[in-house]
Nanobody, 117 residues
Framework: QVQLMESGGGLVQAGGSLRLSCAAS????????MGWYRQAPGKQRELVTQ?????????ADSVKGRFTISRDNARRYDTVYLQMNSMKPEDTAIYYC?????????WGQGTQVTVSS
């Protein structure tokens, strides 16, 4: 059983930055694909970015060049980060951390990100 705990959400002005963190418990973190998803009001949950165990990344077109995902396996709790720069009001959503490994999915509880114009 893997538990994910997000932190770092909040309110930011357009053009500002936030960093989200997701701390994971469980041994499969280091071989799993980690991702960040988001869900805006009235919309479906969408993939923002993913990072594989060997550091390969992919990003949604809407965040390319502005968001950066990274992972740190050296901490006491394995952690994945989402650095969000040049934020826009359309980035407002609940952001969820996700762990995927061979059909197994685990989700965090979500953290609210609000970007004011």
């Amino acid at each position: 059983q893997v538990q994910l705990m997000e932190s770092g959400g909040g309110l930011v002005q357009a053009g500002g930055s936030l960093r989200l963190s997701c701390a994971a418990s469980g041994s499969i973190f280091r071989i799993a694909v980690m991702g960040w998803y988001r869900q805006a009001p009235g919309k479906q949950r969408e993939l923002v970015t993913q990072i594989t165990s060997d550091g390969r990344t992919n990003y949604a077109d809407s965040v390319k060049g502005r968001f950066t995902i990274s992972r740190d396996n050296a901490r006491r709790y394995d952690t994945v980060y989402l650095q969000m720069n040049s934020m826009k009001p359309e980035d407002t959503a609940i952001y969820y951390c996700n762990l995927y490994y061979e059909g197994y999915n685990s989700w965090g509880q979500g953290t609210q990100v609000t970007v004011s114009s």
